[in-house]
């Protein structure tokens, strides 16, 4: 339960970094936020024998708009995303997303990109960036600037597109306008428990009508799964009851869960059932809000 | 590869701490064996248990899941750090105590940083807030009804400071 030897350094600028990790790339790990590396080295899951602690680089935390496109800094920390002032949809989904990562101690020191970089199937941020197609920029010494769309990104449970020697320092997202409404709804058997199956959608609605729909499910494959047969099924549908129960049915129909400890197939595509209705109902809501907001200003 | 140990700095409830270790002492290990604060307890030592639960410039972290040589320069508090001095208890440990929140012990230094850290930083929390935070801990004796009840009680004691102050 302790972790083994390791020689640590934590410079203080990205180029410090980025050298440090060049010089042994398969034997070094980026330490963010710590919240996955360090159980995993408590374990000695991972063994790594350099550890380059990025915690003292400065500008890799924060939010930045960038035209149409919300920059978030790869070590913003979870608690700092479910604080953030952001406007409209996308704000909504990313401090709702925020409240479902880990507990409030994970949340201080855990990070954004860190759980993106980790990949693990559960993780709400792997999954709101599938949804909105995130694109994540990363950098080495070796290929300098590399811009990764989230579709080529997540390949695997904990494998990624990132080469050993890069660093993620970025992810940006799209900045929903006022026509969408976007929610997550997940399940797990405990409050802060990794999601058994997590259900997130983002729909444009324009006069009643979905002109644009985006699907995403976690917990039933080992990435995101972009649910093809939900989006279809919601896109021009009229937005009402009817059109999220026809997407969800086609969601649990359409994907092919495994079964483990926390549960079977079957029970998955049920989650996915219920979970994906809660989700856009969450949407609907906030739909509610902002015409209100609208009517009372 | 060679081990060695670092100098390090630490600042833990307002002291200075010298120390030596090796990079891989984790912040929980560091605090009980090279700073003699034996209140930080651990237990599952992969931050699902919360007892070793600390405050990190104020903020409430798991000490299993941070690198000692990382707090370098921080301030640290325990909760040898919660008591203003040794005849009172911090309002949060007398609502413990008065509303039986514990009964072995072995999670409460973790709840108390975490619930005191909490209420400083959010006065004003609701009860459901409250809930979910509470949730970030584990208890294996009390069922939880009473360290909620206890919060709630330390909540009104710390609110009732703040009014007495304006």
């Keep these: 339960m302790k972790p083994s030897p390791f020689e640590y350094v934590c410079p203080d600028t990205l180029a410090g970094a980025l050298d440090a990790l060049a010089q042994d790339p398969d034997y070094s790990k980026v330490l963010a936020g710590g919240q996955s590396l360090v159980p995993m080295m408590n374990f000695r899951l991972a063994r790594p024998e350099r550890i380059v602690d990025i915690n003292k680089i400065p500008d890799l935390d924060g939010f930045e708009v960038q035209g149409d496109r919300l920059r978030i800094g790869a070590r913003t920390r979870h608690l700092s995303v479910q604080y953030t002032d952001q406007p409209g949809p996308l704000g909504n989904l990313l401090r709702e997303a925020a409240s479902h990562v880990g507990h409030l101690p994970i949340r201080t020191r855990g990070t954004f990109g860190g759980s993106i970089a980790h990949c693990d199937a559960a993780s709400e941020w792997c999954l709101v960036s599938t949804l909105l197609d995130a694109e994540m920029t990363a950098q080495s010494t070796a290929r300098g600037t590399r811009v990764i769309p989230a579709a080529d990104f997540f390949q695997a449970i904990f494998t990624t597109a990132l080469e050993p020697d890069e660093i993620l320092t970025s992810v940006s997202l799209p900045i929903l306008d006022d026509n969408w409404v976007a929610g997550i709804a997940e399940f797990a058997r405990r409050a802060g428990d990794f999601g058994i199956v997590t259900a997130t959608a983002a729909v444009q609605v324009v006069d009643d009508t979905i002109t644009e729909a985006r699907v995403c499910i976690g917990g039933v494959s080992e990435v995101p799964f972009r649910s093809a047969a939900a989006e279809s099924a919601l896109r021009g549908a009229t937005w009402s009851p009817d059109a999220v129960t026809a997407a969800a049915e086609a969601a649990a129909e359409e994907v092919d869960p495994p079964s483990d400890a926390h549960g079977d197939a079957a029970y998955r595509r049920d989650l996915v059932r219920a979970l994906l209705p809660r989700a856009l109902g969450q949407a609907q809501k906030q739909a509610h809000e902002q015409v209100r907001k609208t009517e009372a200003g | ?166």
């Design chain 2, 1 to 166: 590869m060679t081990e060695l140990t670092v100098p390090l700095r630490l600042y833990v409830n307002g002291e200075r701490y010298d120390i030596r270790v090796e990079p891989r002492r984790t912040l929980a290990d560091a605090l009980r064996e090279d700073c003699g604060l034996t209140g930080t307890h651990l237990g599952c030592e992969h931050g699902v248990c919360g007892a070793c639960t600390v405050l990190l410039d104020g903020q409430p972290i798991r000490a299993c899941l941070m690198f000692a040589v990382q707090a370098e320069d921080a301030s640290v508090r325990t909760v040898e750090g919660l008591a203003p001095d040794d005849e009172t208890l911090h309002p949060v440990q007398q609502a413990f105590w008065e509303n039986h929140g514990l009964q072995c012990g072995f999670c409460t230094p973790g709840f108390l940083t975490l619930i005191a850290g909490h209420l400083e930083a959010q006065p004003d929390a609701s009860e459901e807030e409250l809930r979910d935070v509470l949730s970030s801990n584990l208890c294996r004796c009390t069922g939880y009804q009473n360290i909620i009840k206890a919060t709630l009680c330390a909540q009104r004691v710390l609110q009732g400071e703040e009014d007495d102050r304006l």
